[in-house]
């Protein structure tokens, strides 16, 4: 009994510990007691930290991701020009036809089967401030009633050119005030436009005539001089 005693005694001699002798030693991550250390955030002062991990820290709170170049963003879309997006005009013409029709719709003109309106020569404020005054005197007069357009157009066309002929200044066509027709005064009207226009080789001025000499029923006509005198 005494040798086995003995034996554990010697038995607990060989547990031999290489580590015993090195106190406060963590091997493999170990503390001392035998449990694993845990690892302590290393505080740095806010003064000695440099200016890039703070920009860093700072984008990490806002929940900004930094990004590889592999990630890069794409880049925006080029603004179009106006000019670029514009739709393609048409070509140009070619044909006769073409042209013709392109210059009809470049034109604002409006086309009138009518002759342009000219200028009424009548009668200067003088001439009918005299006339009703009797410093002027109609020198021949021509009746129109009953005639019709063109005979009345044929009778005036000899009555003019026999004034100027005669060296006449100043003769009176009566046309009527056709209150007997229901046009109106169709007559007269004409003879105004044809005072006006056609006959104006013998006529320097008109007017409707004084109240004296028919008023609206009538036409005072100051004749050109004739070349003879």
């Known amino acids: ?3 086995k005693k003995q034996n554990k005694k010697t038995s607990k001699e ?3 510990n290489p580590f015993k ?3 406060g030693l963590v091997v493999s991550g170990q503390s001392s007691s035998g449990k694993t250390a845990k690892e302590v955030p290393v505080t740095v002062p806010e003064d000695q930290i440099d200016d890039e991990e703070l920009f860093e820290r700072e984008m990490k709170m806002l929940r900004v991701e930094k990004r590889d170049a592999g990630t890069a963003q794409r880049p925006l879309p080029r603004e179009t020009d106006p000019e670029e997006t514009a739709p393609e005009k048409d070509a140009a013409p070619t044909t006769d036809q073409e042209l013709f029709l392109a210059a009809l719709g470049n034109m604002d003109s409006v086309f009138r ?3 342009p309106v000219q200028e009424e020569p009548l009668a200067a404020p003088r ?3 005299q006339l009703r005054q009797g410093k002027l005197v109609p020198e021949a007069q021509l009746d129109l009633h009953g005639a019709t357009r063109e005979d009345a157009r044929q009778k005036v066309r000899y009555f003019l050119e026999d004034g100027v002929y005669q060296g006449y200044k100043t003769v009176l066509i009566i ?4 209150k007997g027709s229901q046009q109106g005064p169709v007559l007269r009207d004409d003879m105004e436009k044809y005072l006006s226009r056609e006959a104006r080789a013998w006529v320097a001025e008109w007017g409707r005539a004084p109240a004296r000499y028919g008023g609206e029923g009538a036409l005072v006509v100051f004749l050109r001089s004739s070349r003879k005198n």
């Not at 046309?175 to 056709?178: A, K, L, Q, S, V």
């Open 1 to 3: 009994m005494a040798r």
């Open 14 to 16: 060989f547990n031999v």
């Open 21 to 23: 002798t090195l106190k």
């Open 113 to 115: 089967d009518e002759l």
């Open 127 to 129: 001439r009918m401030r």
């Open 175 to 178: 046309t009527g005030r056709g």
